[in-house]
Protein backbone atom coordinates (compact mmCIF):
# COMPACT_ATOMS: atom_id res chain seq x y z
CA UNK A 1 0.00 0.00 0.00
CA UNK A 2 1.15 3.57 -1.19
CA UNK A 3 1.87 6.46 1.45
CA UNK A 4 1.03 9.64 0.29
CA UNK A 5 2.03 12.98 2.10
CA UNK A 6 -0.77 15.24 3.20
CA UNK A 7 -1.23 18.00 0.79
CA UNK A 8 -0.76 20.41 3.63
CA UNK A 9 2.74 19.30 4.29
CA UNK A 10 4.08 19.56 0.79
CA UNK A 11 3.00 22.94 0.80
CA UNK A 12 4.91 23.93 3.58
CA UNK A 13 8.87 22.50 2.08
CA UNK A 14 11.32 25.54 1.76
CA UNK A 15 10.66 29.65 2.05
CA UNK A 16 8.58 31.83 0.26
CA UNK A 17 9.59 34.60 -0.82
CA UNK A 18 7.11 36.96 1.57
CA UNK A 19 8.96 34.84 4.72
CA UNK A 20 12.65 35.73 2.83
CA UNK A 21 12.21 39.10 2.74
CA UNK A 22 10.52 40.15 5.48
CA UNK A 23 13.39 38.38 7.45
CA UNK A 24 15.89 40.78 5.75
CA UNK A 25 13.85 43.64 6.50
CA UNK A 26 13.85 42.56 10.42
CA UNK A 27 17.82 41.42 9.93
CA UNK A 28 18.66 45.03 8.75
CA UNK A 29 16.03 46.47 10.85
CA UNK A 30 18.06 44.62 14.31
CA UNK A 31 21.43 45.33 12.01
CA UNK A 32 20.84 49.45 12.07
CA UNK A 33 19.88 49.44 15.89
CA UNK A 34 22.26 47.75 17.24
CA UNK A 35 24.95 49.89 14.82
CA UNK A 36 23.55 53.02 15.74
CA UNK A 37 23.76 51.90 19.33
CA UNK A 38 27.49 51.48 18.89
CA UNK A 39 28.20 54.53 17.36
CA UNK A 40 26.14 56.48 19.62
CA UNK A 41 28.33 54.56 22.55
CA UNK A 42 31.58 55.40 20.60
CA UNK A 43 30.73 58.83 19.77
CA UNK A 44 29.71 59.27 24.07
CA UNK A 45 33.36 57.33 24.80
CA UNK A 46 35.15 59.75 22.47
CA UNK A 47 33.37 62.88 23.90
CA UNK A 48 34.25 61.47 27.23
CA UNK A 49 37.60 60.94 27.02
CA UNK A 50 38.14 64.19 24.89
CA UNK A 51 36.63 66.17 28.17
CA UNK A 52 38.84 64.39 30.49
CA UNK A 53 42.04 65.14 28.32
CA UNK A 54 41.45 68.45 28.58
CA UNK A 55 39.95 68.82 32.58
CA UNK A 56 43.30 66.95 33.71
CA UNK A 57 45.78 69.37 30.99
CA UNK A 58 43.63 72.24 33.09
CA UNK A 59 44.12 70.27 36.47
CA UNK A 60 47.86 69.57 35.77
CA UNK A 61 48.57 73.39 35.05
CA UNK A 62 46.89 74.98 37.92
CA UNK A 63 48.95 72.20 40.44
CA UNK A 64 52.16 73.26 38.21
CA UNK A 65 51.41 77.04 37.80
CA UNK A 66 50.07 77.24 41.64
CA UNK A 67 53.30 76.82 43.94
CA UNK A 68 54.95 79.55 41.55
CA UNK A 69 52.73 82.44 41.34
CA UNK A 70 51.92 82.04 44.94
CA UNK A 71 55.87 82.71 45.79
CA UNK A 72 56.59 85.10 43.04
CA UNK A 73 57.27 88.39 44.65
CA UNK A 74 58.49 86.31 47.91
CA UNK A 75 60.89 88.41 49.66
CA UNK A 76 60.94 87.60 53.33
CA UNK A 77 59.18 89.54 55.97
CA UNK A 78 59.98 92.18 54.20
CA UNK A 79 57.76 94.31 51.53
CA UNK A 80 59.04 93.30 48.00
CA UNK A 81 58.96 97.65 47.13
CA UNK A 82 61.95 97.59 49.92
CA UNK A 83 63.95 95.01 47.35
CA UNK A 84 66.92 96.94 46.09
CA UNK A 85 67.97 94.93 42.83
CA UNK A 86 71.50 95.44 41.84
CA UNK A 87 72.02 92.59 38.41
CA UNK A 88 71.79 95.15 36.11
CA UNK A 89 70.22 92.96 33.41
CA UNK A 90 66.93 91.89 34.35
CA UNK A 91 63.79 92.64 32.72
CA UNK A 92 62.31 92.40 36.74
CA UNK A 93 64.69 94.92 37.96
CA UNK A 94 61.73 97.24 39.52
CA UNK A 95 58.89 94.21 40.24
CA UNK A 96 58.93 90.78 40.42
CA UNK A 97 56.31 90.15 37.97
CA UNK A 98 56.06 91.77 34.93
CA UNK A 99 54.46 90.79 31.47
CA UNK A 100 54.78 91.50 28.10
CA UNK A 101 52.88 90.84 24.45
CA UNK A 102 54.11 88.04 22.07
CA UNK A 103 52.75 86.31 19.20
CA UNK A 104 52.81 82.75 18.38
CA UNK A 105 51.28 80.72 15.87
CA UNK A 106 48.90 83.78 15.63
CA UNK A 107 48.05 83.20 19.10
CA UNK A 108 48.66 86.87 20.75
CA UNK A 109 49.11 86.66 24.45
CA UNK A 110 50.93 88.25 27.57
CA UNK A 111 54.03 86.20 28.27
CA UNK A 112 54.58 86.29 32.01
CA UNK A 113 57.46 86.82 34.09
CA UNK A 114 57.85 85.75 37.63
CA UNK A 115 60.50 86.25 40.41
CA UNK A 116 60.59 83.31 42.68
CA UNK A 117 62.83 82.21 45.48
CA UNK A 118 63.38 78.30 45.80
CA UNK A 119 61.59 77.39 48.79
CA UNK A 120 61.66 73.78 48.62
CA UNK A 121 63.65 71.63 51.35
CA UNK A 122 66.00 74.64 51.65
CA UNK A 123 64.61 77.71 52.99
CA UNK A 124 67.66 79.44 53.29
CA UNK A 125 70.95 80.27 55.01
CA UNK A 126 71.05 82.59 57.95
CA UNK A 127 73.41 85.57 57.83
CA UNK A 128 76.07 84.51 60.23
CA UNK A 129 77.82 88.19 60.87
CA UNK A 130 76.66 91.77 60.16
CA UNK A 131 76.78 93.20 56.65
CA UNK A 132 77.65 96.85 56.09
CA UNK A 133 76.00 98.53 53.21
CA UNK A 134 78.49 98.01 50.05
CA UNK A 135 79.84 94.82 51.07
CA UNK A 136 80.77 92.23 48.25
CA UNK A 137 80.76 89.15 50.61
CA UNK A 138 78.00 87.51 53.08
CA UNK A 139 79.06 85.32 55.51
CA UNK A 140 76.14 82.72 56.14
CA UNK A 141 75.70 79.46 58.12
CA UNK A 142 75.45 75.90 57.38
CA UNK A 143 76.18 76.91 53.44
CA UNK A 144 78.55 74.38 51.52
CA UNK A 145 80.72 75.24 49.01
CA UNK A 146 79.11 74.66 45.13
CA UNK A 147 75.39 74.43 46.38
CA UNK A 148 74.48 77.37 44.39
CA UNK A 149 76.30 78.03 40.79
CA UNK A 150 78.36 81.11 40.05
CA UNK A 151 75.96 83.60 38.34
CA UNK A 152 72.89 82.39 40.29
CA UNK A 153 70.96 84.84 41.85
CA UNK A 154 69.82 84.98 45.81
CA UNK A 155 67.78 87.17 47.73
CA UNK A 156 69.28 88.83 51.11
CA UNK A 157 66.27 89.82 53.50
CA UNK A 158 65.48 90.74 56.97
CA UNK A 159 62.27 92.03 58.35
CA UNK A 160 62.73 95.57 56.81
CA UNK A 161 64.93 95.47 53.63
CA UNK A 162 66.20 93.47 51.03
CA UNK A 163 68.65 92.66 48.13
CA UNK A 164 68.83 90.55 45.02
CA UNK A 165 72.30 89.79 43.46
CA UNK A 166 74.22 87.70 41.78
CA UNK A 167 76.82 85.08 42.64
CA UNK A 168 80.46 85.49 41.31
CA UNK A 169 81.73 82.63 43.81
CA UNK A 170 81.08 80.92 47.17
CA UNK A 171 83.21 78.80 49.79
CA UNK A 172 81.85 76.92 52.60
CA UNK A 173 79.91 79.73 54.98
CA UNK A 174 80.49 82.46 52.46
CA UNK A 175 79.24 84.17 49.23
CA UNK A 176 81.16 86.57 46.77
CA UNK A 177 78.84 88.96 45.19
CA UNK A 178 78.79 90.48 41.77
CA UNK A 179 78.07 94.21 43.34
CA UNK A 180 77.32 96.07 46.71
CA UNK A 181 74.78 95.81 48.76
CA UNK A 182 72.39 98.80 49.22
CA UNK A 183 71.58 98.01 52.40
CA UNK A 184 73.14 96.87 55.67
CA UNK A 185 72.06 93.93 57.87
CA UNK A 186 72.37 92.85 61.47
CA UNK A 187 74.12 89.27 61.25
CA UNK A 188 73.07 88.06 64.97
CA UNK A 189 70.85 90.73 66.11
CA UNK A 190 66.98 90.60 66.34
CA UNK A 191 66.01 91.40 63.19
CA UNK A 192 68.11 88.33 61.52
CA UNK A 193 68.67 88.31 57.87
CA UNK A 194 68.37 85.45 55.60
CA UNK A 195 69.63 84.48 52.06
CA UNK A 196 67.33 82.81 49.49
CA UNK A 197 68.01 81.33 46.24
CA UNK A 198 65.59 82.66 43.46
CA UNK A 199 64.91 82.47 39.97
CA UNK A 200 63.11 84.26 37.51
CA UNK A 201 60.47 82.13 35.31
CA UNK A 202 58.65 82.99 32.01
CA UNK A 203 55.35 81.49 31.30
CA UNK A 204 55.00 81.64 28.08
CA UNK A 205 53.70 80.08 24.34
CA UNK A 206 56.12 78.06 21.61
CA UNK A 207 56.02 75.73 18.56
CA UNK A 208 58.65 74.46 17.58
CA UNK A 209 57.52 73.94 13.36
CA UNK A 210 54.41 74.97 12.13
CA UNK A 211 53.04 71.25 12.19
CA UNK A 212 53.69 71.24 15.70
CA UNK A 213 50.79 72.07 18.12
CA UNK A 214 51.40 75.55 20.36
CA UNK A 215 52.32 74.68 24.10
CA UNK A 216 52.17 76.01 27.14
CA UNK A 217 56.11 76.84 28.54
CA UNK A 218 58.06 77.07 31.91
CA UNK A 219 61.34 78.53 30.88
CA UNK A 220 63.91 80.13 32.95
CA UNK A 221 66.27 83.36 32.11
CA UNK A 222 69.17 82.88 30.01
CA UNK A 223 72.25 85.00 30.83
CA UNK A 224 71.02 88.28 29.87
CA UNK A 225 67.92 87.90 31.53
CA UNK A 226 65.37 86.56 28.95
CA UNK A 227 64.12 83.56 28.53
CA UNK A 228 65.67 80.52 27.59
CA UNK A 229 64.92 79.19 23.73
CA UNK A 230 62.49 76.23 23.44
CA UNK A 231 60.13 74.85 25.96
CA UNK A 232 62.16 74.23 28.66
CA UNK A 233 58.89 72.44 30.97
CA UNK A 234 55.78 71.81 28.94
CA UNK A 235 53.06 72.11 31.04
CA UNK A 236 50.10 71.95 28.42
CA UNK A 237 50.18 71.27 24.98
CA UNK A 238 47.16 71.80 21.47
CA UNK A 239 46.60 75.82 23.30
CA UNK A 240 44.28 77.58 21.37
CA UNK A 241 44.64 80.66 23.10
CA UNK A 242 46.03 82.54 26.61
CA UNK A 243 44.50 85.69 28.34
CA UNK A 244 45.83 86.44 31.61
CA UNK A 245 43.78 89.92 33.89
CA UNK A 246 44.63 90.82 37.24
CA UNK A 247 42.95 92.08 40.29
CA UNK A 248 44.97 94.75 42.14
CA UNK A 249 44.41 96.25 45.76
CA UNK A 250 44.66 100.02 46.99
CA UNK A 251 44.37 100.67 50.67
CA UNK A 252 44.93 98.04 53.26
CA UNK A 253 43.30 95.86 55.70
CA UNK A 254 39.44 95.60 55.99
CA UNK A 255 38.84 99.30 53.49
CA UNK A 256 41.26 97.51 50.80
CA UNK A 257 39.28 97.63 47.49
CA UNK A 258 39.42 95.71 44.40
CA UNK A 259 39.87 96.53 40.86
CA UNK A 260 39.22 93.32 39.02
CA UNK A 261 39.99 92.09 35.15
CA UNK A 262 42.50 94.56 34.53
CA UNK A 263 44.90 93.47 31.55
CA UNK A 264 48.64 93.89 31.42
CA UNK A 265 48.30 97.58 29.38
CA UNK A 266 46.29 99.01 32.46
CA UNK A 267 48.88 97.38 35.08
CA UNK A 268 51.57 99.16 33.49
CA UNK A 269 50.11 102.24 33.10
CA UNK A 270 49.54 102.61 36.46
CA UNK A 271 52.77 101.34 37.17
CA UNK A 272 50.75 98.88 39.71
CA UNK A 273 52.53 95.59 39.42
CA UNK A 274 52.97 95.58 43.58
CA UNK A 275 49.25 95.86 43.83
CA UNK A 276 48.42 92.80 41.82
CA UNK A 277 46.23 90.34 44.46
CA UNK A 278 44.95 87.97 42.15
CA UNK A 279 46.16 86.33 38.55
CA UNK A 280 43.53 85.10 36.23
CA UNK A 281 44.11 82.75 33.49
CA UNK A 282 41.97 82.17 30.69
CA UNK A 283 43.85 79.11 29.01
CA UNK A 284 42.05 77.41 25.45
CA UNK A 285 42.45 74.27 25.12
CA UNK A 286 41.66 71.79 22.14
CA UNK A 287 42.06 68.00 22.18
CA UNK A 288 44.61 66.24 19.98
CA UNK A 289 43.87 64.83 16.54
CA UNK A 290 44.31 61.42 17.95
CA UNK A 291 40.92 62.14 19.99
CA UNK A 292 38.05 62.81 16.87
CA UNK A 293 34.82 63.95 18.27
CA UNK A 294 31.55 63.51 16.05
CA UNK A 295 30.04 67.27 15.29
CA UNK A 296 33.36 69.57 16.66
CA UNK A 297 34.96 71.24 14.12
CA UNK A 298 37.62 68.76 12.45
CA UNK A 299 36.53 66.46 15.45
CA UNK A 300 38.62 68.57 17.98
CA UNK A 301 36.92 69.59 21.47
CA UNK A 302 37.95 72.94 22.52
CA UNK A 303 37.26 73.99 25.97
CA UNK A 304 37.85 77.33 27.46
CA UNK A 305 39.11 76.78 31.43
CA UNK A 306 39.51 80.31 33.62
CA UNK A 307 42.40 79.62 36.82
CA UNK A 308 43.05 82.23 39.32
CA UNK A 309 45.72 82.44 41.94
CA UNK A 310 47.28 84.89 44.29
CA UNK A 311 50.26 85.78 44.86
CA UNK A 312 52.18 85.55 48.33
CA UNK A 313 53.05 88.40 49.71
CA UNK A 314 53.69 91.38 46.42
CA UNK A 315 53.16 94.50 48.23
CA UNK A 316 52.62 92.92 51.31
Given at each position: ???RT?L??????G????E????M???????????????????????????S??????????????P???????????????????T???????????????????????R?A?????????????V??????????I???D?????L??DS????????S???V????????????????????????????Y????????????Q??????????????D???????G???????Y???L???????????S?????????????????????????H????L??????????????????????????R????
Amino acid sequence: MTMRTPLSLRHQQGVGLVELMLAMVLGLFISAMALEYFLASRSTLNTTSAVSYLQESARHTTRRLQPLIRNTGFSGCTDSSSVSDGTGSHALSETPLAADTETVAGITYDRLAMQVPLLGSQRGWQVSTAVAQGDTTIAVSDYTSGTLDTDSFVLISDCESGDIVRLTGDSSNSLSLASAVEHGYGGSQQTQAYVYPIQRWYLLLDQEDDDSPVRLCLNLEDVDGDPEAGCGEEVARYVEGLDITFDTASGSGSSATFEVERSVAEIEADDDWGNVRRIHLSLALKTPPTVNVAGEDNGELQRTFDITLSPRNIGL
